[in-house]
């Protein structure tokens, strides 16, 4: 089992700033991807930031040159940078690491963490 755990959450005013962290723990190997997703109430999870494991990154057009994803790959760990943040970001933000298990593909999700931006 994988078990993720975000951090870095918080309020902020729009223009400013935050990171946040996701450490995993457990078993991990054939790791495809670690990612960032969205949600907001009433929608489904979206997509914001995702580092593939052959070193490209993916990102939400509405995030593009104002989130970074990173990765530490030795602690098994994901970032991500939001600058310039808009209300319009507001959500709960989870984690997501894609292993690749037999002939399948295994999503692994942290709790989330909140994330507000007021104008």
């Known amino acids: 089992q994988v078990q993720l755990v975000e951090s870095g959450g918080g309020s902020v005013q729009a223009g400013g700033s935050l990171r946040l962290s996701c450490a995993a723990s457990?078993?991990?190997?054939?790791?495809?991807?670690m990612g960032w997703y969205r949600q907001v109430p009433g929608k489904t999870r979206e997509l914001v930031a995702a580092?593939?494991?052959?070193?490209?990154?993916n990102y939400a057009d509405s995030v593009k040159d104002r989130f970074t994803i990173s990765r530490d790959n030795a602690k098994n760990m994901v970032f991500l940078q939001m600058n310039s943040l808009k209300p319009e970001d507001t959500g709960v933000y989870y984690c997501?690491?894609?292993?690749?298990?037999?002939?399948?593909?295994?999503?692994?999700w942290g709790q989330g963490t909140q994330v507000t931006v007021s104008s």
């Open positions: 580092s593939i494991s052959d070193g490209s990154t």
């Open positions: 457990g078993t991990i190997f054939r790791l495809k991807s």
């Open positions: 997501n690491f894609r292993l690749r298990r037999g002939v399948i593909d295994a999503d692994y």
